[in-house]
């Protein structure tokens, strides 16, 4: 009982002392008015500052909501909070407003497809949708690639089947009015789906992804390139399906133009382009060399058989061997051949192109 009478004696002493020097804080404090001025106005500073760090870094939106989130181009800030609010994301979209204005975001949100839940922080969110890190699935389209092979790498995404694409890559009303052709066609966009990386919105269709394709293909390639195609007596669809023939004959850089120009030269002089690539197109196969009855294949895209370009393009080709298609420099050579690495020797008579397959190809 003692141990316990000792003990309270110094709890209600120590709390005496405590008591005694708040008193005396509170004493200084008055006395020294502009320290006290100076001490409130730092504590609603800091108060200010924690409030600030709370809406900035805690979520405000108790919606259990999460999904796909599209930022469109030239959206405004505004535009963006309230469609952020319509879908659920955010519950207060003027304090969104508010806060990308705040902190300079305002006009830095980027167009994309981004993943986002309603419990993100304002601060987690905006980072995302300012990041320009589309999560929409990405596809490689390589140059060279036909809008069959196109098709399976869209389709193993496992969003829009073959099938679908397909038929989105014959409807003439999604093509600009230049890449129209009066020939029947395989495939009426082939050639004009621009090889490249693309960030395929989540629940884009078919026709938006081969819209989207020929979108890049008319902003990427210079309207001067088809002007000077005109001038060289070709239609658009024309220079684009002898790109095509390049883009499939050439495997090495160098070797573009010399193709691209031989094949000037073999229409200047009413030759047959004979293109092993076209028959590839024609017949569906891809092989290093076709017999001779498979070179009499009847297809109007069989440049063996048939003199000049075929009726459209036999793949979609990049921007170099566009390019090279326009090349005007004259060439004497009329014969090339590819040896087993792929590289291309030139020939001006079928002598020397005998001499070069027996040289190359042994």
């Given amino acids: ?27 200084w404090f008055k006395e020294n008015k502009k320290i006290y001025s100076i001490g409130l106005v730092v504590l609603g500073i800091i108060t200010v500052i924690c409030i600030a760090f709370a809406i900035y870094f805690m979520p405000w939106s108790w919606h259990k909501n999460k999904g796909y989130f ?6 405004t800030a505004v535009q963006v909070a309230q469609q952020l609010y319509q879908q659920g994301y955010i519950s207060h979209p003027r304090l969104f ?19 986002i839940t309603s419990h993100m922080s304002f601060y987690a969110m905006i980072h995302k949708l300012t990041s320009g890190h589309s999560e929409a699935y990405r596809i490689v ?48 966009a082939e050639g004009f789906l621009f090889p490249d990386t693309y960030d395929i919105p989540y629940h884009a269709k078919a026709k938006d992804v081969v819209q989207v394709m020929l979108k890049n293909f008319d902003r990427k390639v210079p309207s001067t390139w088809r002007s000077k195609a005109k001038k060289q007596h070709l239609t658009v669809s024309e220079w684009v399906a002898l790109a095509s023939l390049v883009e499939r004959e050439a495997r090495y850089g160098e070797d573009r133009k010399p193709i691209a120009e031989t094949f000037h030269q073999r229409l200047k002089i009413h030759m047959k ?24 294949y009847d297809s109007p895209y069989n440049t063996y058989k048939y003199e000049g370009l075929p009726p459209g393009a036999i793949c979609n080709p990049g921007l170099p061997c566009l390019e090279a298609a326009l090349s005007e420099k004259e060439t004497p050579y009329v014969y090339f051949v590819a040896d087993r ?18 040289e190359y190809l042994r």
């Avoid at 028959?279 to 196969?285: D, E, F, K, Q, W």
């Fill in 141 to 188: 389209i390589p140059e060279g690639y036909t809008v069959r092979q196109i098709a399976k790498v869209i389709a193993s995404k496992g969003r829009i089947s073959e099938k679908d694409f397909l038929q989105a890559a014959n409807q003439d009303s999604l093509l600009y009015p230049y890449m129209k052709s009066t020939r029947p066609v395989v495939f009426k």
């Fill in 97 to 115: 407003i508010f806060i990308v204005r705040i902190t300079g975001n305002a006009h830095t949100l980027r167009a994309g497809e981004y993943f």
């Fill in 1 to 27: 009982m003692a141990n316990a009478i000792s003990f309270s004696e110094k709890l209600a002493r120590t709390i005496q002392i405590m008591y005694n020097k708040l008193m005396d804080m509170r004493i």
């Fill in 273 to 296: 382009l004979q293109s092993d690539a076209s028959i590839s197109y024609a017949m569906g196969t891809h092989k290093l060399g076709y017999s001779l009855s498979e070179l009499q």
């Fill in 341 to 358: 690495e792929g590289h291309n020797h030139f020939a001006t008579t079928y002598e020397e192109h005998l001499r070069n397959i027996q």
């Fill in 70 to 75: 599209q930022v469109q181009d030239n959206q």
